[in-house]
């Protein structure tokens, strides 16, 4: 039996997370420190419920975030931001519900923000550190649509602190 072009579409870009990709480190000069309400504000934007397993799930299946938390999590950012620098994006495991990247650029989770500089759309995401070698960056399926990128595509993505 052949796969749907769209079963083989997430088993290439399973593929690809794992891959290694080259990212560009900046200085990273330390950032201010969010109030708890700010972190439980924003945390209420960038997290989901993971899905439930099904067998040849479409992304909007996977995909378990809200309109409103869509929408939210395009808003431009409310407070200071810090770059952090730039990275390879690729999808990180869609069953991983919410906005978030898995990023080398992190050493403790934050709030931040990715932007895509191809259209310009960014999306308020949580950093999470990324350890086990390599410098590339996953990023949610959630955080991917919104920021109008193909599931299958590498895009160079600029990651910010919140």
Known sequence: MRPTPLAAALGLALTLAGCTQMAALTDRPSAPQATEAQVSAATAVTRAPSPRPVARATPAQLDTTTPEQRAAAAQAPASAETRLGTTVGS??????????????LVQER???RIVNPATGKSAQVELIPLTGGGSGSQ???PALQ??????TDLPTLEVYRS
Not at 146 to 151: A, D, E, I, Q, R
Request: charged share 10%; aromatic share 8%; net charge neutral.
């Open 91 to 104: 999808l990180g495991n869609p069953s991983e519900g919410g906005f978030w990247i898995k990023t080398p």
């Open 110 to 112: 934050a709030q931040g």
């Open 139 to 141: 990023v949610s399926l």
């Open 146 to 151: 919104l920021l109008g990128v193909s599931l």
